[in-house]
């Protein structure tokens, strides 16, 4: 008793310590940081929210064969392993395969995390499509004059989408004081997003940065003059049918939208942007994003990375499969994923828990898993 008593005031004491800190350094997100430590599909629950408006839902259909295959025993254990929570496989436009585990259900929201940069990206292309933004090889400082000085100004929305800005953001997700915390559990996006030093060239290095994508976010904000959610609900939401009103995090009530992160739906509404983009941009005969900006966020940049081999892995925040033509996919760190397969005229969405540890050429098992099994759909 003795010996629980005093691991209880160590524990508190540690975490008053943090606080304190936190506090007087004008670092308060640090005090969530330390008490949610690891991010979860349900932290839209934590945060204050936008609403993802819907207006006349069209659900997709099913396929005559929806459900007649089954998993391999196999990838089914493997799947569980890793707590999926929702397979769902579409092929010519409608839902072949639907499976949920878990507390995962058709309708309920789960978060995506990092999916929700291709999100950013998909409403970036049509920013540039509408002409609220002249070219993705603009300055990002002609729309963020804040964002200059050090090399910032050399720094273009190209740059952001490929994710070679050459900013020093650390992408650290098991340090609760890093600045990718902050992101996440901070209060001032702009401040944090803005919170960076040139230490490369811009356009000469591939490096994953949450905090490009967060500068994409500002800059459509700034130039629609709409939030991500009102603009995503305008432009996606509401012309692909979406069946249930998503919510979108904010780093405070009223404040900017986590465009890095933090996009909460079903898997049926998810499949929704994997379709759209698996038709060029194209929705109901109408061009919600430019073909050739579609065409472009799955092509590979081929911007060197830290392994000084050129990216063959990352288009426009959108992840590309080298070993699969065509194929690329939106991901989020748990396992979240929005797979686009052209040669088999196909969506795929996983949802879960825990992503698959396993990559070989930057691309998650499950990848290959899925691409193994879909043509026996």
């Not at 291709?118 to 603009?138: F, N, P, R, W, Y």
Request: charged content about 20%; proline content about 3%.
């Amino acid at each position: 008793m003795k010996k629980g008593k005093k691991i209880l005031l160590y524990t508190a004491g540690i975490l008053a310590a943090i606080t304190l800190l936190a506090y007087a350094t004008g670092n308060s997100y640090m005090v969530k940081s330390a008490l949610y430590n690891f991010a979860n599909v349900d932290d839209y629950k934590k945060f204050d929210n936008d609403t993802v408006a819907i207006a006349a839902p069209q659900p997709i259909a099913n396929s005559s064969r929806y459900n007649n295959a089954t998993l391999p025993d196999s990838m089914k254990a493997y799947l569980q392993s890793i707590e999926t929570g929702a397979l769902l496989v579409i092929k010519n436009d409608s839902v072949v395969f639907e499976e949920y585990w878990d507390a995962f259900s058709a309708d309920g929201l789960s978060g995506s995390f990092s999916v929700a940069k291709s999100i950013t990206s998909m409403l970036l292309g049509i920013a540039v499509q509408e002409g609220h933004i002249k070219s993705i090889d603009d300055k990002v400082e002609q729309y963020l004059p804040w964002f200059t000085g050090g090399g910032k100004e050399n720094v273009t929305i190209r740059h952001l989408l490929t994710m070679s800005s050459g900013t020093d953001f650390s992408e650290s997700y098991m340090n609760p004081f890093s600045i990718t915390a902050n992101l996440y559990y901070g209060d001032d996006l702009v401040q944090t997003a803005n919170d960076v030093t040139m230490v490369n060239q811009p356009g000469t290095l591939h490096k994953y940065k949450s905090g490009d994508t967060q500068l994409l976010g500002l800059i459509i904000e700034k130039m629609t003059g709409k939030k991500l959610a009102q603009y995503a609900a305008e432009k996606l939401w509401q012309p692909l049918g979406a069946t249930q009103a998503a919510l979108w995090s904010t780093d405070k009530a009223g404040g900017n939208t986590k465009a890095y992160c933090c996009f909460n739906t079903n898997a049926r509404d998810f499949a929704k942007l994997g379709q759209l983009m698996l038709h060029g941009g194209k929705w109901n005969g109408r061009q919600l994003i430019d073909s050739a900006y579609v065409a472009a966020s799955g092509t590979a940049c081929n911007i060197p990375d830290e392994t000084g081999l050129r990216c063959h892995y990352y288009g426009y925040q959108w992840w590309v499969s080298p070993e699969h033509e065509g194929v690329f996919y939106a991901r989020g760190i748990l396992g979240q994923y929005i797979m686009v397969i052209p040669s088999q005229n196909a969506v795929v969405v996983r949802l879960g828990k825990v992503k698959s540890q396993v990559l070989r050429n930057a691309t998650p098992k499950i990848v290959y898993d899925i691409m193994n099994w879909i043509p026996q759909l």
